[in-house]
């Protein structure tokens, strides 16, 4: 690294390598503070997408909170100090617990806080608040992979191994990831599979991806949405069949195969294609394509990787079981170039979860029912392990409770949008607004923070110090790079002020560095080993440590990492992996007659969540400017629209309006909406807050849907191409 200060981006898991520095005249400086470079770095080689690119620029926001809003009698938030909304806070949250009890106050946390934020969050709502009503949005993002992992191996690191890994393999399977749009450095690791004409990608849409297998480079296979789960049954037939599983490896590192074996003997090929519109010819194709590249078959590696399109199910953590069965099946974890892996989706969507945000965690990934667990956190914390709320409810049902008789009264919202990003988006703003407090901590004022009591103005990336873990279980540095505005405070301070206000005057320091050192040693001898990491130990290596990374005796030398699992055994008791047979059951809101068509979900190059920064970003906001709806010509014909036109889109939900593009590349029965929009163009009025039974993960990628011509123009969209009547 030369020159600049180093970092990373601070949008995906990807955590692509940069360095900062300060422009060389005030002119330059008013729209973007920093000049951003790319660094040298495995998992992004120097490269930046054009959201890392443009990252300075949400930094000079025009509209940056800078001081705390208050609602005041008249309805509206006013500006106040800091004193006088931390004394509100304060005595609102104390009324409530005093009236109602603990449990009237609840937490949500984001995927995108430091590892330092996110397991100070933690320890306040147990801690301070001793409330049991915490998660956050990961419970959005990884929840499927992390149950289907956890169940399988005893582990849930996104990515077991390097992501360069990828490499050396000449086949990989991708199933409901597009990344050469949501993370496309990382598409550089998939040529070697490309060049050997091994890249298979499971996707509705003939996605930027997707195009990648083109012209003898993989195989595309466009299934019908919601069937991930058949293509792996499908996939899993074939290689038992055929006999092309590794059955010494089975017998020697797995449980579970003959029960596996047994249920997919029902899906064979021409029965898979009767669900999931892949041909069966297909299937087999790609069963011995798997099967060949891998080490049993003499090929030099091979990779099964999902995502949130496979993950986002009702039958998600199946899914994602029947993916790792597939990637067991043919012997892949734990050897050299081979594996399974979940490709995480936010910034620190692998540390958010391992360090306490989860309604039944503790940090270092451990049970808060544990009673060993509850015991050395509870020893780290300074508290007794029996004042420790137990487990709380995910995600979707916490916030269906919110302002219910039973359910919490208070939310303290850090790190994430929900009126954009959350399932039936409509219900969640009920629910918002039926609450006695709602206290958002925010950097710009986005959708939710404006229906906020209290908003409460926090750093940004680049102006804080902390640690990241990548999607490969990567530890790294974030580095502050900037001044923050005057009036601005890290969650840190605010954790440590409110605190103090409800009665707690220790125990939450506001140094990064401190915290993560508690963070260590909460973590020690737990699932996520942190216990040999510190900010200084990170500052000497550009390139991260890998959890688990144990602290060791006095005067030897510091554990190296393991940038790789399961080489001798899996997590789990007897080091064997569970094999856990599964089965199709569909999406919950299928089509019918009145919604005949299915909606599915997703995100594009230039916007990045629930794009309340990256919508602030001229360039990108140029590039991407308004929700639309990717549809077939075929289904453009028959509801009698043309490329431009509005298109109006009703679920049992709600309804919304976007703008068609109509495009070859979609199946004829579906259609594709962005979620990084709010208003009438917002695809979350429309899916569904039907959830995984075993993750709690909502049914985000597929519902049943009308789509017509719009022949009303709601505020905040243009006007249509042209007039429309039906």
């Avoid at 995108?112 to 009503?133: D, H, I, M, Q, S």
């Avoid at 519109?277 to 069963?287: F, H, K």
């Avoid at 780290?380 to 219910?404: C, H, N, S």
């Avoid at 055994?569 to 094999?579: C, L, V």
Wanted: charged share 20%; proline share 8%.
């Amino acid at each position: 690294m030369t020159g600049g200060i180093a970092t990373h981006c601070p949008y995906c898991a990807l955590q692509c390598a940069m360095s900062l520095t300060p422009p060389d005249d005030a002119a330059r400086a008013v729209s973007a503070p920093l000049t951003v470079a790319g660094r040298d770095f495995p998992t992004n080689r120097g490269g930046l997408c054009q959201k890392g690119w443009t990252s300075a620029q949400v930094l000079g926001a025009p509209d940056r909170l800078t001081s705390p809003l208050l609602r005041g009698a008249d309805g509206e938030l006013h500006p106040a100090t800091w004193d006088e909304a931390l004394d509100h806070v304060a005595d609102r949250l104390t009324a409530l617990r005093d009236e109602h009890g603990p449990g009237a106050v609840a937490v949500f946390g984001g995927g995108g806080l430091t590892n330092e934020k996110a397991y100070a969050l933690g320890k306040f709502a147990r801690v301070v608040l001793r409330t049991p009503f915490i998660d956050y949005n990961g419970r959005f993002c990884m929840a499927s992979a992390a149950a289907g992992a956890n169940r399988a191996f005893g582990v849930d690191r996104g990515l077991p191994f390097p992501l360069a890994d990828l490499g050396g393999a000449d086949a990989i399977l991708l199933l409901g990831s597009n990344v050469a749009e949501t993370m496309p450095p990382s598409s550089a690791h998939l040529a070697a599979a490309r060049a050997a004409g091994g890249l298979v990608v499971v996707d509705p849409r003939h996605s930027s991806t997707a195009a990648l297998t083109d012209d003898g480079a993989g195989v595309h296979l466009q299934a019908v949405p919601g069937t991930d789960l058949v293509v792996l049954l499908a996939l899993l037939h074939v290689i038992w069949a055929e006999g092309l599983a590794d059955t010494a490896y089975l017998a020697m590192r797995t449980t579970g195969a003959d029960d596996v074996r047994r249920s997919v003997a029902a899906w064979w090929p021409e029965r898979a294609e009767q669900v999931c519109g892949v041909p069966a010819d297909d299937l087999r194709r790609v069963a011995r394509l798997l099967a060949a590249a891998s080490p049993a078959g003499g090929g030099h590696g091979a990779f099964v990787l999902t995502g949130r399109g496979a993950e986002q199910s009702t039958q998600g953590t199946a899914t994602v079981g029947a993916a790792i069965n597939l990637a067991l099946a043919l012997g892949l974890p734990g050897r050299l170039g081979s594996g399974y892996g979940a490709i995480t989706g936010q910034g620190n969507g692998q540390g958010g979860r391992e360090h306490g945000q989860k309604s039944d965690q503790l940090p270092g990934y451990r049970k808060i029912d544990d009673p060993a667990a509850r015991a050395h956190v509870a020893a780290v914390w300074g508290v007794d392990p029996d004042d420790l709320p137990g487990p709380g409810v995910p995600a979707v049902e916490l916030l269906r409770r919110l302002g219910t008789p039973d359910g919490p009264k208070a939310l303290l919202v850090h790190g994430s949008n929900l009126v954009v990003s959350a399932p039936d988006a409509g219900r969640v703003r009920e629910r918002l607004a039926s609450l006695d407090l709602l206290v958002v901590c925010d950097l710009v004022p986005s959708e939710t923070s404006r229906l906020a009591d209290v908003v409460l103005p926090v750093t940004q990336w680049a102006e804080e110090e902390g640690t990241m873990t990548s999607l490969e279980g990567r530890v790294l540095r974030r580095r502050r790079a900037l001044t923050p505005p005057p009036g601005v405070r890290s969650e840190l301070e605010i954790f440590h002020d409110l605190a103090a206000r409800l009665g707690v005057d220790r125990g939450f320091p506001t140094d990064p560095a401190e915290v993560f050192d508690e963070l260590a040693r909460a973590s020690e001898g737990g699932i996520a080993d942190y216990s040999g990491l510190s900010h200084a130990r990170l500052d000497a290596d550009e390139t991260g440590l890998f959890w688990p990374c144990p602290a060791v005796p006095d005067g030897a030398e510091p554990h190296p990492g393991t940038p790789r699992l399961f080489a001798d055994r899996f997590g789990t008791p007897d080091g064997r992996a569970r094999m856990v047979a599964a089965d199709h059951h569909g999406p919950s809101d299928d089509l019918r007659p009145d919604a005949p068509v299915y909606l599915i979900t997703g995100r594009v190059l230039q916007h990045y969540q629930s794009g309340a920064q990256t919508r602030r970003v001229p360039a990108l906001a140029r590039a991407q400017p308004e929700p639309y709806a990717e549809i077939h010509p075929l289904l453009a014909d028959r509801i009698g629209v043309e490329n431009g036109d509005l298109v109006q889109i009703t679920s049992a939900r709600g309804t919304a309006v976007a703008v068609a593009h109509v495009t070859a590349s979609m199946r004829t029965d579906a259609v594709f909406m962005p979620f990084h929009w709010s208003g009438p163009g917002s695809a979350n009025l429309l899916t569904t807050d039907a959830t995984d039974p075993i993750s709690g993960m909502p049914e985000f990628k597929v519902c049943a849907v009308d789509i017509r011509a719009a022949l009303d123009v709601p505020g905040g969209l243009r006007a249509p191409r042209q007039a429309v009547a039906r």
